[in-house]
């Protein structure tokens, strides 16, 4: 039962424009949204997060906007780069301890020049 | 430097035998985490840990093992039992709690072979 469903799949968008990725969760008793970027061959990092408490949060070019009545969450990169080429998760987690993040399947974004 | 170290990065296993893939922390965190990434599905949990010699089932435990002997480290064993192991293995940790960040290790890559 996949919880955290994640789309596109793949994104491609030129350079300078805006990429969205789009989360939708079921589960109400999450409580922490992350974004993780990952690069080939590497391990994911993570580039922002939210807590439903809030509608928006901007880190430089990255925003979250949620929508808590609709079970939803987005990524939006500004002015895309081709260094922001890369997988990006999103993930969620219940509010209590000890449990863990649940991922999304990940979309592939490419920047072209 | 603080961080999550997996080891060896890549790995290829005969069928039929049994591999420990290592991973190990020294960011003093108490919870780590065994995520299991394939192509397209994300990241699936296999097992974690909230502190010492204690863990917990993940969605996709079946055909592994784990220990948790010390607080640095949290060995993942890939069992003979596991039908389609080749896959790309993540280590995290993260302090306990609900909205904490998990730092990921570089990863191991398994082959069959």
């Known amino acids: 039962q996949q919880q955290v469903k994640q789309s596109p799949q793949s994104l491609i968008v030129q350079k300078g424009g805006i990429s969205i990725i789009n989360c939708a969760y079921e589960n109400t008793a999450f409580d922490y949204f992350p974004w993780y970027q990952q690069f080939p061959g590497k391990g994911p990092a993570l580039l922002i997060a939210i807590r439903p408490d809030v509608s928006e949060k901007k880190e430089g070019r990255f925003t979250i906007s949620f929508n808590k009545s609709a079970k939803q969450f987005s990524l939006h990169i500004m002015d895309s780069q081709p260094g922001d080429s890369a997988t990006y998760f999103c993930?969620?987690?219940?509010?209590?301890?000890?449990?863990?993040?649940?991922f999304g399947k990940g979309t592939t974004l490419s920047v072209s020049s | 430097d603080g961080g999550i170290t997996q080891s060896p990065k890549y790995l290829f296993r005969k069928e039929g035998q049994n591999v420990t893939l290592s991973c190990e922390q020294n960011?003093?965190?108490?919870?780590m985490y065994w995520y299991r990434q394939d192509p397209g599905q994300g990241l699936r949990l296999i097992y974690y840990s909230q502190i010492v010699n204690d863990f917990q089932k993940g969605d996709i435990a079946e055909g592994y093992s784990v220990s948790r002997e010390k607080k640095e480290s949290f060995p993942l064993t890939v069992t003979s039992a596991q039908k389609n192991p080749t896959a790309f293995y993540l280590c995290?940790?993260?302090?306990?709690?609900?909205?904490?960040?998990?730092?990921f290790g570089q990863g191991t890559r398994l082959t069959v072979v």
């Open positions: 960011l003093n965190h108490d919870a």
């Open positions: 995290a940790s993260s302090i306990t709690g609900v909205s904490t960040e998990a730092f």
């Open positions: 993930a969620a987690k219940r509010n209590q301890a000890g449990t863990a993040l649940i």
